[in-house]
């Protein structure tokens, strides 16, 4: 590698940053379609049908996951290494005369990796927000399925004790709405023989 003041030095620089660039972006739009996939993986598995069946388990996705999030740290890693070194060659004294365009080209390579860092960290929160809903989702219907397949027999044993009930209350109700029935009857006899009596 050339000296710190040559312009060979700049361009191999440029070159570093704009190879470390066009991989990241690579890995950023794998990242993501790791990352939409594993949502839409969780989804598939409701219908069961061979075309929603997800090609790669949600482990296998977590480790791929972890994976791909190691290697973009390190290629954001290298970057802002690069674009450091880029600082410095813009405040060296053979590069005072070239310093405008050479702050441009500057600015440029760190707003890509603001970029870069960005969409990685939102990619990122954005899986793990997924990653968390689908474990706590995934836990609420465990526990549905564990009480519509425990309580099959409870439902049994509810509708039978609900049917008994029934048959009890019934004769008790219809033995009490006589009685209310009788007794209407005999305060109206009464009623009708105390009316009698006086007139």
Same mark, same amino acid.
């Given at each position: 590698?050339? $000296?710190?003041?040559?312009?060979?030095?700049?361009?191999?620089?440029?070159? !570093?940053?704009?190879?470390?660039?066009?991989?990241? =972006?690579?890995?950023?739009?794998? /990242?993501?379609?790791?990352?939409?996939?594993?949502?839409?993986?969780?989804?598939?598995?409701?219908?069961?049908?061979?075309?929603?069946?997800?090609?790669?388990?949600?482990?296998?996705?977590?480790?791929?996951? =972890?994976?791909?999030?190691?290697?973009?740290? !390190?290629?954001?890693?290298?970057?802002?290494?690069?674009?450091?070194?880029? @600082?410095?060659?813009?405040?060296?004294?053979?590069? @005072?005369?070239?310093?405008?365009?050479?702050?441009?080209?500057?600015?440029?390579?760190?707003?890509?990796? !603001?970029?870069?860092?960005?969409? &990685?960290?939102?990619?990122? $929160?954005?899986?793990?927000?997924?990653?968390?809903?689908? =474990?706590?989702?995934?836990?609420?219907?465990?526990?549905?399925?564990?009480?519509?397949?425990?309580?099959?027999?409870?439902?049994?044993?509810?509708?039978? /004790?609900?049917?008994?009930?029934?048959?009890?209350?019934?004769?008790?109700? &219809?033995?009490?709405?006589? @009685? $209310?029935?009788?007794?209407?009857? !005999?305060?109206?006899?009464?009623?009708?023989?105390?009316?009698?009596? /006086? /007139?």
């Amino acid at each position: 590698m050339a $000296g710190i003041g040559s312009s060979t030095y700049w361009e191999d620089l440029r070159k !570093q940053a704009r190879q470390l660039e066009n991989e990241l =972006d690579l890995k950023l739009v794998s /990242f993501s379609k790791l990352c939409t996939s594993y949502s839409s993986s969780r989804d598939g598995r409701r219908g069961d049908t061979s075309d929603t069946t997800p090609l790669l388990n949600n482990s296998t996705q977590d480790r791929m996951f =972890d994976t791909m999030s190691v290697e973009i740290e !390190q290629l954001l890693a290298k970057l802002t290494a690069v674009n450091d070194k880029m @600082a410095e060659y813009t405040n060296s004294p053979g590069a @005072a005369a070239l310093n405008a365009a050479l702050m441009h080209t500057l600015q440029r390579h760190r707003d890509i990796l !603001q970029d870069y860092t960005h969409e &990685f960290h939102k990619t990122k $929160g954005n899986f793990l927000a997924i990653r968390e809903r689908e =474990d706590l989702l995934g836990s609420v219907r465990k526990d549905i399925e564990t009480y519509k397949s425990g309580s099959g027999v409870n439902n049994r044993r509810t509708e039978l /004790f609900l049917k008994e009930h029934e048959h009890l209350r019934n004769p008790i109700f &219809f033995l009490g709405k006589q @009685a $209310g029935i009788t007794l209407m009857a !005999q305060a109206h006899v009464l009623g009708k023989t105390n009316k009698n009596v /006086f /007139f």
